[in-house]
């Protein structure tokens, strides 16, 4: 069973009862997340399957993402393998917009935008690029006109092909050893 819970139930909660876990790249979790969780990226979630369950046994385990969405998902692809989770409203974003604390970390030395920045940013090129070739190459445009219908494709599906592209790059993927230290936080 998946339910939701408020920024306000999270932060009234006890956190040795809970164990919040942050789905999203390792870079959008250093910018800001809600204190105390650990950072287990959407797509390593299947890595540490047996800790998600083993500590679910022990816990409230709550998902969290920016703004809900990634986490819903997680939230079914944990209770579709037998484990039982919550996520939270909103995500970091509605934590944040009551005024609770997010901790910050630092992520190979370098800031990271957030991915829905990313993905802006990588598509509004893309297009601009594909538009400013096709005044050469016609066909060019093709490109941007590729991209604006996977981001049409991406609001109708609240799935978006492009930030599981990025979250693959190196400054989106977790630091060599992160992925042990989650595994040991869900041990503990």
């Known amino acids: 069973m998946t339910t939701r819970l408020t920024p306000a139930e999270l932060h009234a909660r006890p956190a040795a009862d809970t164990l919040v ?3 999203r790249t390792p870079g959008e979790y250093a910018a800001g997340h809600v204190p105390g969780a650990i950072n287990v990226p959407a797509e390593h979630l299947d890595d540490l399957l047996p800790d998600l ?11 969290v993402c920016a703004a809900g969405h990634r986490s ?13 989770v ?3 409203t909103g995500g970091t974003q509605a934590w944040s917009a009551v005024g609770l ?19 802006r940013f990588a598509a509004g090129s893309l297009i ?33 092909g492009m930030a599981a592209l990025l979250a693959k790059l190196p400054l989106n993927r977790p630091a060599p050893g992160a992925l042990d230290a989650a595994r040991a936080t869900l041990r503990s």
């Open 128 to 160: 601009l690029v594909g538009m400013l070739l096709g005044r050469r190459a016609p066909k060019a445009r093709l490109l941007a006109a590729g991209v604006a219908s996977g981001l049409v494709y991406s609001g109708l599906s609240n799935t978006c």
């Open 53 to 63: 369950r083993a500590a679910a046994n022990r816990r409230r385990i709550v998902l």
């Open 21 to 23: 876990v942050d789905v």
């Open 72 to 84: 819903t998902a997680a939230c079914a692809q944990l209770a579709e393998a037998g484990i039982e």
């Open 86 to 88: 919550v996520g939270l």
């Open 101 to 119: 604390p997010v901790d910050t970390t630092p992520h190979q030395g370098r800031a990271v935008w957030a991915m829905d920045r990313q993905v």
